[in-house]
């Protein structure tokens, strides 16, 4: 078992710090019961190698356990552990790999969490990828989406929606504004006259809508000045802020075994909540220290109130389409004769 002694403090403040460190060993050196939220996205499972160190997405279930009954055992009953984790394609064929459903049932299944909810993180900025079979042969939509379990202890983590809440719509507020006749759905939904209570915000839905598009930030500022190198596989600071004000308190302790450039750790020292970053990569520590160093104001976020999608049929104007390739796109498209 690692000791306080064998512990590499690489950065520290009043009310976190960051190791370099394998997380397996700080992890087992925790206490049962001691942690209050796990926020992590680790290196996804995808069959193409990356830079930051991802594992084969067919061996990914059996590297994550270990992490897992670890994730268990230091979690309190109340706390809980959310995992922001990306698909993958199966390669060569345009099918999808099914490890990070897998991870999922192996953690309710085999580990004793219980599934909370569900959220997909949608990226309104997502490149149209993988551009083989949505740009070039045209036979799948771009892979905007991130699977973000959410999964507790028990059935009963502490946790708000109030501390979440987000504008209500334009619809919403006509609504409000002119009223509504409670009824019963043709659905069996019955919309009580509760229904029209002007309660000041919305309860969102679990669709979470954050453009990835970091590229003035202070951190970013900090990696350039210094010649470092800037981590290639971030979340965005409002994932991780979003569940950390819904499930956890001032003062309760946030844990990122995976921490990469510490953007769950920079959320919780602006939110007055204990934190521990881990990771093993010192390159991307030595960037991530820059979050921590605000000698300049922070570059303000979007201002963009909601992110829309279009619904399915906006563009549906008659049916006078090419023909489907009969083979499904396996053959690649001619080029020169598609423009």
Request: hydrophobic share 35%; proline share 7%.
């Amino acid at each position: 078992m690692v000791t306080k002694k064998d512990i590499n403090i690489y950065f520290s403040t009043k009310k976190g710090q960051i190791l370099l460190a394998d997380s397996l060993d700080i992890l087992r050196s925790e206490k049962t019961s001691s942690v209050d939220l796990i926020m992590t996205s680790p290196p996804f499972g995808l069959v193409r190698k990356k830079e930051y160190g991802n594992v084969d997405a067919d061996e990914y279930v059996e590297w994550f356990k270990l992490f897992a009954k670890e994730f268990r055992r230091v979690l309190k009953d109340t706390g809980s552990f959310v995992l922001d984790i990306g698909g993958a394609w199966n390669k060569g064929v345009p099918t999808r790999h099914l490890y990070h459903f897998k991870l999922l049932i192996m953690l309710c299944e085999e580990c004793n969490f219980h599934l909370a909810q569900d959220f997909y993180w949608w990226n309104p900025s997502k490149l149209p990828t993988p551009a083989e079979w949505v740009t070039v042969r045209r036979i799948r939509v771009k892979d905007a989406i991130n699977c973000v379990w959410w999964l507790s202890a028990t059935p009963w983590p502490k946790a708000s929606n109030r501390r979440v809440l987000q504008p209500y719509s334009d619809s919403m507020r006509v609504l409000l504004k002119n009223g509504y006749r409670a009824k019963k759905r043709p659905s069996g939904h019955d919309i009580s006259e509760k229904f029209q209570i002007n309660n000041g915000a919305a309860i969102p839905p679990n669709l979470l809508a954050i453009p990835n598009t970091e590229s003035n930030s202070h951190y970013i500022k900090y990696c350039t000045d210094n010649g470092l190198r800037v981590h290639p596989a971030r979340y965005p600071a409002e994932l991780p802020e979003y569940f950390i004000r819904m499930l956890t308190d001032k003062g309760d302790k946030v844990v990122d075994p995976f921490a990469g450039s510490c953007v769950t750790g920079e959320v919780c020292e602006r939110l007055d909540r204990k934190w521990l970053c881990i990771d093993m990569c010192e390159e991307y520590l030595n960037g991530a220290i820059g979050r921590f160093d605000k000698s300049n104001d922070e570059p303000k976020p979007d201002s963009e109130t909601y992110y829309k999608i279009p619904r399915p049929g906006i563009l549906w104007n008659g049916t006078t389409y090419d023909p489907l390739p009969k083979d499904g796109g396996a053959s690649r498209p001619n080029s020169k004769k598609n423009k």
